[in-house]
Structures are given as structure tokens and as C-alpha cells.
């Protein structure tokens, strides 16, 4: 699995001799026609559900097809894997199939329910092993411990194999898009470590040669725009890791090449962007996906493309979602909508006051979600954190102003993640 810098890019032939050994393996998805989307953005939006796919994610493409491409002596050994989760997942999957012991890190802030599933789909075959607070903190861990052990790592991105192996996916697009008569103008798929999107546009490339790769990051971690930008691979100081799938710090030299060649565009979608979409496709549409895997949905509310009248497949690339996060993904898509507000109020030390904010300052249709006082003896005032959700956002100045006459020193929050972390 070593990379040679000036490789050459991933070939439609590589792509299709993955898709002769997944055949039997993985899962044909659906390209499914979405007539919520489709109105809502005026054209023809399909989605392919890679959510559906065996462990919820297209992981299982690449990591099949990379480790099945190992030599028997080397495979014997056993293999490491680094992954935010979904990737541990098909390399679980694929090592209880062949029969491979497999020794996977993951990060200490993987999600509990990916952590239970690659224990669930490798059983005996899989030692699990938390280490570091991100993605690349493990993928250095991991990487160390190979070398020692002499065994081979499966990396989750910057590889031929799984570029191959995620590169099925755009087969499967074209084939069902054919049986249609359908060419597509734009496919939408995230980028973490930029494996799957590598894939994609190799074969959209060379068989639909027009049709427009737009790769899609979180606005909280743009490793691959920034490395566009630089024209090599850049390491990001700070990253959001909400989207847990595609927070990654550093994106593969090779996939960076891959993108340079083959991607038309890329966008930043902000997280609760990412939050609202994720409870749109479940409401609209019954899909359960993960913050990486309604990343391309999101972005057509993000993205300046002409959209009307084309044809638009979006990846949903995995519906790992735990259900624990629902509470934060509602909150940070309530706060992107503008509807809820967090602030810090003085309030005056007088039976009464509580009775005249909730009369005087709030409007008819503002609630209140939180709020937290402690009587300080003998001071005039003291400081209240108030929570309100409103039913528009329109309401949301007039609201400002008459808190401005309540408490002229007043904190709005949302100016201030860090004592909106703290306090809330
Ligand atoms: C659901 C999901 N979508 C997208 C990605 C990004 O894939 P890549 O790292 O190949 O860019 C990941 C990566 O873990 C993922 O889990």
C-alpha cells in the first residue's frame, strides 16, 4: 500500500476491476428520484443512497477492495486501520469475511454507536483500540504501531485500492442513470480525506466527461480547500468536529492530485447547515444520515451552481447516526436558523423582575428554553443566562432592542462561542 508521489491517477479500468470483485460483496445501491429536493431547488435531484449500503457507509467499497488486494502472506498477518468510524467499520466487516485479524483506531470522540458497530461486525476478528482526540491523531498512532508490527495499513483515503473500491459508486451511478436516459450535470459527494470523491470523479471523468464533480467540506474543517489553495497538502490548526466523518485535519497528497485533475468546484457548508439538513431528510424523506452523509444535500442551499432545470446526484454517503447527538443537531440547527438565542442579563435583585422580562421583553411567540439565576444577597443585580427560542426569525431585532432597555451591558451568546461552549 506505499504511495508514490507521482503516481499516476486512479484509472477507469482500476474502477471497473473493483467492481467486478464488490459485485457479490457490497450492496447495488438505489439512486433514488427526490421530489422534495427536486422542487425545492427546481431541478432533478436523485440521491444515492449509500445510507443503505451494508454498515450504513460506501466505506465498505474501498476497504473491501483494498484488503482483498493484499497478498495471502501479508494478509495473514493481519492489517491496521485508522478511521473516524466508518471506515473501522468496512475494514471490520471485511476482516470477519476474509477471515483477517484487524487491529483499528479510532479517536476518542468516535461517536459511541460506530464504535459498538465495528465491535458488532468484527467480532473476534477485531481488537478496537481509542486513541487521540481526532482522526489524525489515531491515523499517526495507528501508522506507528503498524510499522512496528510489520503489518500492513489500510489507509482510509490516500490509496489506490480504496480510491478504486469508492470509485463502484459512480458505476452504479451511470449504469442506473443510463436505464433512465439521464446524463447527470453535477455530482455532489463530501470530502474528508478526499478518498471517496478521488474515486468519483476518476470514473466520472472518463465516461461522463462533462458532468461537474463538486466536492463538499464542512466550513469547520476545509483541509481540502486550503490545500487547493496552497497547492499542496496543508495541515489545519484548528477544525469543528461536529461532522465527524469528514473533520480531518490533513487530506492524502494522492487524493489532493485527484482533485486538482477531476473536481470542478468546492464548497463549504456551515455545520448547522449540515444540522437542519440532517432533520429535513428525515422529515421530508424518512432518511437517517450522518453529519458527513447529508453533507452534499446541504450544500445545494450552499452553493452558488446554477441548479435549476439540470440534473443533480447527491451522495448520501452514511447513515451512522447516533442517536445521542440528535439533542446537539436539533439545538445547532435551531441556532443556524436564527430561531434560538442564548444570552447573559443582569437582572435586578427585586421580587417581580423574572415577571416583567417574561411580559415587557418577550414577545407573543418567544419561549423560554433555559434559564439560570442565583439570588447573590446583598448586590442590585446579578447575572441571569436566558435561553429563548423563537417562532420567526423576523421577531429576532425587536426582541434585541427591548433587552437592550432591559439590561444595556447585556452578552448575546451567539457572539461569543466560547462562552457559549462554557455557559450553555
Ligand atoms: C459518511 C462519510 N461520508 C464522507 C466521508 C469522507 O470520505 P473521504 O475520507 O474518502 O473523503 C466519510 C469518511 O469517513 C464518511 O464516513
Do not use: W
Not at 491517477?9 to 422534495?36: G, N, S
Not at 465491535?119 to 489524525?136: H, M, N, S, V, Y
Not at 472518463?206 to 463538499?216: D, M, S
Request: charged share 20%; hydrophobic share 40%; net charge neutral.
Amino acid at each position: 500500500m506505499k504511495l508514490l508521489v507521482e503516481e499516476s491517477l486512479v484509472t477507469k479500468t482500476e474502477i471497473l476491476a473493483a467492481a467486478t470483485v464488490l459485485k457479490p460483496i457490497v450492496r447495488h445501491t438505489p439512486l433514488e428520484y427526490d421530489p422534495y429536493l427536486s422542487k425545492k431547488y427546481r431541478c432533478e435531484v436523485y440521491l444515492k443512497r449509500e445510507d443503505l449500503q451494508h454498515v450504513r457507509s460506501f466505506k465498505l467499497r474501498g476497504a473491501y477492495y483494498a484488503i482483498q488486494q493484499l497478498a495471502p502472506e501479508i494478509r495473514k498477518k493481519g492489517v491496521v486501520c485508522a478511521s473516524a468510524g466508518n471506515h473501522a467499520q468496512g475494514v471490520a466487516y471485511t476482516c470477519r469475511m476474509l477471515n483477517v485479524q484487524a487491529t483499528i483506531f479510532m479517536p476518542t470522540t468516535t461517536p459511541q454507536q460506530k464504535v459498538s458497530q465495528v465491535a458488532f461486525f468484527g467480532g473476534e476478528q477485531a481488537e478496537i483500540r481509542l486513541i487521540g482526540d481526532t482522526f489524525d491523531a489515531s491515523a499517526e498512532a495507528a501508522k506507528r504501531y503498524a510499522q512496528a508490527q510489520e503489518k500492513a495499513f489500510v489507509d482510509p483515503f490516500n490509496d489506490r485500492g480504496i480510491i478504486a473500491g469508492q470509485g463502484t459508486i459512480a458505476v452504479e451511478i451511470v449504469a442506473d442513470l443510463e436505464k433512465e436516459q439521464k446524463t447527470v450535470d453535477y455530482v455532489f459527494a463530501a470530502i474528508g480525506g478526499g478518498g471517496l470523491i478521488s474515486g468519483i470523479s476518476a470514473y466520472m471523468k472518463a465516461v461522463r466527461p462533462t458532468t461537474k464533480i463538486i466536492g463538499v467540506e464542512p466550513l469547520g474543517a476545509p483541509s481540502m480547500k486550503k490545500a487547493l489553495a496552497a497547492n499542496k497538502v496543508v495541515t489545519l490548526d484548528v477544525m469543528d468536529k461536529f461532522v465527524d466523518g469528514a473533520a480531518v485535519k490533513t487530506v492524502g497528497s494522492f487524493n489532493l492530485a485527484h482533485v486538482k485533475q477531476n473536481v470542478s468546484e468546492l464548497v463549504l457548508v456551515p455545520e448547522g447547515q449540515v444540522c437542519s439538513t440532517i432533520l429535513e431528510l428525515y422529515s421530508k424523506q424518512a432518511i437517517v444520515a450522518e453529519p458527513a452523509g447529508a453533507l452534499s444535500v446541504a450544500a445545494l442551499a450552499n452553493c452558488d451552481i446554477e441548479l435549476k432545470g439540470k440534473t443533480v446526484v447527491c451522495i448520501v454517503s452514511g447513515g451512522n447516526n447516533d442517536s445521542n447527538r440528535m439533542q446537539e443537531i436539533e439545538e445547532r440547527s435551531l441556532i443556524f436558523e436564527g430561531l434560538k438565542h442564548y444570552f447573559v442579563i443582569n437582572f435586578p435583585q427585586r421580587p417581580g423582575a423574572l415577571k416583567e422580562f417574561v411580559t415587557t421583553i418577550l414577545g407573543p411567540n418567544d419561549d423560554i428554553t433555559k434559564f439560570e439565576y442565583t439570588k447573590k444577597g446583598n448586590k442590585g443585580s446579578a447575572p441571569a443566562i436566558i435561553g429563548v427560542l423563537l417562532k420567526y426569525k423576523r421577531d429576532y431585532a425587536a426582541l434585541l432592542e427591548r433587552i437592550q432597555q432591559f439590561d444595556p451591558h447585556y452578552i448575546d451568546l451567539s457572539q461569543n462561542q466560547m462562552l457559549y461552549t462554557l455557559l450553555v
